[in-house]
């Protein structure tokens, strides 16, 4: 057991004596291993290529007349739209007022109407219809377009026994400063009657 203690000594002094060696007592150690590097490695960085891709550039010349020739193109559509508008509005008949209508192979039959435009080309209306020592009262709709009038009339009254209720389709034109044109009369969707009319403003 005391060989064991004496070896053990012996080997803790022989590791001490490798680590670090003093000269004198007092003295501080200086390690026997060697100091390791601790100097950053220098990065290898290539400089980046600025160089732009070669393109062939547009003279300024040129894309001031492109952008003028779109402009104009632009400014020649609108005007032209606002032209053509303008024109629509100028030629298209006033058909607003009271109208009377007059079928022209029944003369017992006519059409009393107060028309007013909504919204640009739409017509509404009511009126009433004289036939067969009757009067009905009626509404109509329709459109105008340049020189055409169309409209339907419609009862609008309940329906009684022995009593036309009709619709009457009418495509009128304004030619040689008269409204004329033609009715179609149906009935429950079957044509019942047609022929030709005359309207005249109040």
């Known amino acids: 057991m005391r060989l064991m203690s004496i070896l053990s000594s012996a080997l803790l002094l022989s590791c001490l004596s490798?680590?670090?060696h003093a000269v004198e007592p007092g003295d501080i150690?200086?390690?026997s291993m060697s100091v390791p590097n601790m100097d950053m490695p220098t990065p290898l960085i290539s400089s980046p290529n600025m160089d732009m891709p070669k393109t062939k550039p547009v003279p300024l010349?040129?894309?001031a007349n492109s952008n003028?020739?779109?402009n104009q193109t632009v400014n020649m559509s609108a005007n032209q739209t606002r032209s053509t508008l303008e024109q629509k509005e100028a030629t298209?008949?006033?058909v607003s007022?009271?109208?009377s209508i007059r079928f022209d192979d029944r003369a017992d039959r006519s059409l009393d109407l107060t028309l007013w435009v909504s919204g640009g080309t739409i017509i509404m209306g009511y009126g009433t219809l004289t036939g067969e020592g009757a009067?009905?009262?009626?509404t109509a709709s329709g459109s105008v377009t340049g020189d055409e009038l169309?409209?339907?009339t419609k009862s609008a009254t309940p329906e009684y026994a022995n009593q036309e209720n009709g619709q009457y389709d009418l495509d009128l034109f304004w030619v040689n400063n008269t409204l004329s044109g033609t009715y179609i009369l149906r009935s429950e969707g079957e044509l019942v009657d047609e022929g030709n009319v005359t309207a005249v403003k109040h």
């Not at 009067?135 to 009626?138: D, E, G, N, Q, R």
């Open 97 to 99: 007022g009271k109208w």
């Open 29 to 31: 150690a200086i390690p």
């Open 18 to 20: 490798i680590q670090a």
């Open 68 to 70: 003028k020739t779109l």
């Open 150 to 152: 169309h409209l339907t």
């Open 135 to 138: 009067k009905k009262s009626v």
């Open 92 to 94: 298209t008949m006033d």
């Open 61 to 63: 010349a040129k894309q």
